[in-house]
């Protein structure tokens, strides 16, 4: 199957830092990536969608000048959290399908603590 | 926005018996799709029905949809130890790309 490869894992930072996840497709090109965000035994929330060489789309609520994300290639999403604070702490997971209407593909997500 | 709802949201039980989730959303959906999420990981896909069709199998996996109720369930037959994770539901609305997850069904398996 395909492979979604993000990076870092795990981040600590401090408050008001602006930290950078990347999420990459290793094995096929990615016109469309997810970037969802989870609290501890909560479900995935969608933050937005991201779409090559254009504007990622947000869902309602989520700050776009917040979390900002670029996606460059067909193989590379990338979301910036900025100054960030303590209740941005949270764990964020990328995805992307080989193909609309098909199955989503996870990265292993990063957890971000912020101190 | 959250999508739907699952129940239960915990379940354990002993290795060998069967364990069945349930799943309900609120829209028109292309498909929906089940996931299992272990701690602090990401998500692996388990099984996607479409919209159009009524029940599928997938090894110890068996999951059904009910349009007309808006709900599915997954059953996980002969549960294992290994089967020790979050499952979650997600459906794909109409006419949207992204998937929604349900709230999610923690499920323990007692070896």
């Known amino acids: 199957g395909a492979v979604v490869s993000q990076h870092p894992s795990r981040v600590i930072c401090k408050s008001g830092t602006s930290v950078k996840i990347e999420c990459r497709s290793l094995?096929?090109?990615?016109?469309?990536m997810f970037w969802y965000r989870q609290f501890p035994k909560q479900s995935l929330m969608l933050m937005a969608t991201?779409?090559?060489?254009?504007?990622?789309?947000?869902e309602q609520g989520v700050e776009k000048d917040k979390f900002l994300i670029n996606h460059a290639s067909l193989t590379l999403s990338t979301l910036t959290v900025t100054s960030a604070h303590p209740e941005d702490s949270s764990f964020y997971i990328c995805?992307?399908?080989?193909?609309?209407?098909?199955?989503?593909?996870f990265g292993s997500g990063t957890q971000l603590s912020v101190l | 926005s959250q999508q739907g709802e699952e129940d239960p949201q915990a379940l354990s039980i002993q290795e060998g018996e069967n364990a069945t989730m349930n799943c309900s959303y609120k829209?028109?959906?292309?498909?929906l799709q089940w996931y299992r999420q272990n701690s602090g990981r990401g998500l692996v896909h388990l099984i996607l029905?479409?919209?159009?069709?009524r029940e599928k199998h997938s090894g110890r996996l068996r999951v059904t949809l009910d349009t007309s109720k808006k709900s599915s369930s997954l059953l996980i037959t002969a549960s294992r130890a290994a089967d020790t994770a979050s499952y979650f539901c997600?459906?794909?609305?109409?006419?949207?790309?992204?998937?929604?997850f349900g709230s999610g069904t923690r499920l323990q398996v007692q070896p």
């Open positions: 995805s992307a399908s080989l193909q609309p209407n098909e199955k989503l593909f």
């Open positions: 094995d096929f090109q990615a016109t469309t």
């Open positions: 991201s779409n090559e060489g254009s504007k990622a789309t947000y």
């Open positions: 829209t028109s959906i292309n498909n």
């Open positions: 029905i479409r919209s159009n069709e």
């Open positions: 997600a459906t794909q609305d109409t006419g949207r790309r992204a998937l929604t």
